[in-house]
């Protein structure tokens, strides 16, 4: 089984076993590039109060605006960053609900459309891994993601058999799962040590033989990295990919993507279309990969903030 398979596999039980968001394929890193194949957030006290603003992502530079609920603020005065970056910050934060504006004397202000809740509580982040015997540079990502502590926990999922020479090569606070895609069934083989993000971490940018670049990451830097990861799994989900306009995809009551021609699931965007042999092109498939998401997960697709009567965004200038 490919690891794209072994993932969504994953995902689909633990949309099931976890409660909350679970996404995947998201920057897990401070300044490096980890990115982390699956990662749960579990629902902190103003989880309700997040679901009601906007089903999708909320920019960061929005969030950490000086932007409130209260009087409207004139954009520029709002933001610490570029320009450019704070007016596409607007312009997201407005599309999606976040923001509403209003227009003053020939300037733009803005405030938010709710106050943005303290709404995730844990961050685990899991490690797929479905053949050990092909590693590649497993030790080095499981020990950036625990020097670096900006997830709660992290946790190596595997197909494979596990011994004691594989343990010695995973990080001790790392947990270890054993999954079968097939049945769903999940053992623990080692459970994880709960990290330290509210504590300097120290993120692993490069390793090598003979040396290893790092840098560290204050706690104020680890808090905007997990906000930005909460956020991004929330609007993002798992299911990133669309379904084939192919006959042959029998998506599962999950929205997986189904081939039984192949006789597996496939990854749309390498395995179909014209090239494939058992290509029968479809327009008629109606598969809503959002209503199923809704359907399985406390994710809110239509959220009371979006009923909310925005404004255009042509009507966002320089002034």
């Known amino acids: 089984m490919s690891e794209f398979a072994f993932e969504l596999a994953l995902c689909r039980q633990l ?8 996404s995947r394929q998201l920057s897990t890193g401070v300044r490096g590039r980890r990115v982390m194949d699956v990662v749960c957030v579990s ?9 009601a603003i906007t089903a999708d992502t909320i920019p960061p530079a929005a969030i950490e605006s000086d932007v409130g609920a209260g009087v409207a603020t004139y954009w520029k005065d709002a933001f610490d960053c570029h320009p450019e970056t704070a007016a596409a910050a607007v312009e997201s934060a407005v599309e999606c609900g976040f923001f509403e504006r209003e227009r003053h004397n020939g300037r733009t202000y803005v405030r938010q459309t709710a106050r943005y809740p303290d709404w995730y509580g844990g961050l685990l982040g899991i490690e797929n891994k479905p ?5 590649g540079a497993l030790e080095t990502q499981l020990l950036t993601d625990v020097e670096l502590g900006v997830l709660d926990e992290v946790v190596l999922a595997t197909a494979s058999h596990v011994t004691g020479a594989h343990l010695n090569h995973i990080p001790e606070a790392v947990g270890v799962w054993r999954f079968d895609p097939d049945s769903g069934e999940r053992t623990v083989l080692r459970e994880p040590t709960t990290l330290s993000p509210g504590e300097h971490g120290v993120e692993i940018l490069d390793r090598s033989s003979g040396r290893t670049e790092i840098r560290i990451a204050t706690p104020n830097e680890l808090r905007r ?3 930005r990861i909460a956020e991004r799994a929330y609007g993002k989900g798992w299911r990133s990919y669309d379904l084939p306009d192919c006959a042959r995809i029998e998506p599962d009551d999950a929205g997986l993507p189904l081939c039984p021609w192949k006789g597996r699931t496939v990854r749309p965007a390498v395995d179909c279309g014209p090239d494939c042999p058992g290509y029968q092109p479809d327009d008629s498939a109606d598969i809503d990969l959002e209503r199923i998401r809704a359907e399985r997960s406390p994710w809110d697709p239509d959220p009371a903030g979006r009923q909310r009567e925005q404004s255009g965004l042509d009507q966002f200038g320089g002034s």
């Not at 076993?17 to 679970?22: L, R, T």
């Open 43 to 51: 629902p902190g006290q103003g989880f309700d109060e997040r679901r």
């Open 225 to 227: 990295a997990r906000q």
């Open 15 to 22: 949309e099931v076993d976890q409660e909350g968001i679970v």
């Open 131 to 135: 053949d050990l015997g092909r590693p």
